[in-house]
């Protein structure tokens, strides 16, 4: 069982980043899908993909890891830069 930590971005469509405080514990697919031949739709054994477990640090995301054995892969915050510009510089 492996797992990603990482902090989530904003969503695209929303300015406000309420959503993007915490750190998310999410569980790497690791099984095959199959189609079911009935309906056609997609499926799998594995449900710890739908698991992400939300910490509001770092250390507490790669404790939890640690101490349930969970192989990690941390993926590092990126600061998002902000260029301040003015509307009179679109018309340059």
């Known amino acids: 069982m492996s797992a990603i930590i ?26 095959t899908r199959k189609i079911e031949p009935v309906m056609g739709w997609t499926s799998t054994k594995d449900t710890m993909q739908e698991v992400m477990l939300k910490f509001n640090s770092q250390e507490e995301a790669e404790a939890y890891a640690k101490q349930h054995n969970i192989e990690y892969q941390l993926i590092p915050n990126q600061k998002h830069k902000m260029i301040l510009r003015s509307y009179a510089s679109n018309f340059k």
């Open 6 to 31: 990482y902090k989530p971005t904003r969503s695209a469509s929303q300015s406000g980043t309420a959503a993007t405080q915490k750190w998310v514990l999410s569980f790497v697919h690791n099984g």
